[in-house]
């Protein structure tokens, strides 16, 4: 059962995951490049609220590196047609080779609710507890932080671990 999702903290997928991950009240980790910096420039208040970790002296690809080493897989939600030319993808595959962790890429065009069964039925067979979302930025697909989001809550849902924190109402 997934209890904490794994992030970088960049704009676009990374983003999404974190919220649908906050939303459902699971747990949120990661690290980020140095300066807490994203395409959007340095963001120190994304990694208080989500509790992630400044990687210091690190290029754009280490933190991704980092988040997949530590996490125990990897989900990449991929972009129409980009996934051949994103160095981050290369990166990933890399770097779970190298760690020996489950990967799990969600293509493009599968619908919200078919990803997330994909999604639980991956991560019961190979028992994710610290999932890894990865991704396009939000400069390369302008849809991808909403997506994500969907994609990460519905498969919550589905696992019966989505328990939205109940806000308080003012008034």
């Given at each position: 059962?997934?209890?904490?999702?794994?992030?970088?903290?960049?704009?676009?997928?990374?983003?999404?995951?974190?919220?649908?991950?906050?939303?459902?009240?699971?747990r949120?980790?990661?690290?980020?490049?140095?300066?807490?910096?994203t395409?959007?420039?340095?963001?120190?208040?994304?990694?208080?609220?989500?509790?992630?970790?400044?990687?210091?002296?690190?290029g754009?690809?280490?933190p991704?590196?980092s988040?997949?080493?530590?996490?125990?897989?990897?989900?990449?939600?991929?972009?129409?047609?980009?996934?051949?030319?994103?160095?981050?993808?290369?990166?990933?595959?890399?770097?779970?080779?190298?760690?020996?962790?489950?990967?799990?890429?969600?293509?493009?065009k599968?619908?919200?609710?078919?990803?997330?069964?994909l999604?639980?039925?991956?991560?019961?067979?190979?028992?994710?507890?610290?999932l890894?979302v990865?991704?396009?930025?939000?400069?390369?697909?302008?849809?991808?932080?909403?997506?994500a989001?969907?994609?990460?809550?519905?498969?919550?849902?589905?696992?019966g671990t989505?328990?939205?924190?109940?806000?308080?109402?003012?008034?």
């Amino acid at each position: 059962m997934i209890r904490e999702i794994w992030s970088c903290g960049q704009s676009g997928v990374a983003q999404g995951a974190l919220e649908a991950a906050h939303h459902c009240g699971i747990r949120t980790n990661g690290w980020m490049a140095e300066g807490f910096m994203t395409e959007t420039g340095p963001s120190p208040e994304l990694a208080k609220r989500f509790g992630l970790k400044e990687l210091t002296r690190a290029g754009e690809l280490r933190p991704l590196r980092s988040n997949v080493k530590d996490a125990d897989s990897t989900l990449w939600i991929a972009a129409p047609p980009r996934i051949a030319t994103d160095p981050a993808y290369w990166a990933a595959r890399k770097a779970v080779a190298t760690y020996g962790h489950p990967f799990l890429i969600i293509p493009p065009k599968l619908a919200e609710e078919d990803a997330a069964g994909l999604i639980v039925q991956w991560a019961v067979r190979w028992d994710v507890t610290r999932l890894h979302v990865a991704g396009p930025r939000a400069s390369l697909w302008a849809g991808a932080e909403e997506r994500a989001k969907l994609i990460i809550m519905s498969a919550l849902h589905a696992m019966g671990t989505c328990h939205p924190k109940k806000l308080a109402v003012v008034g």
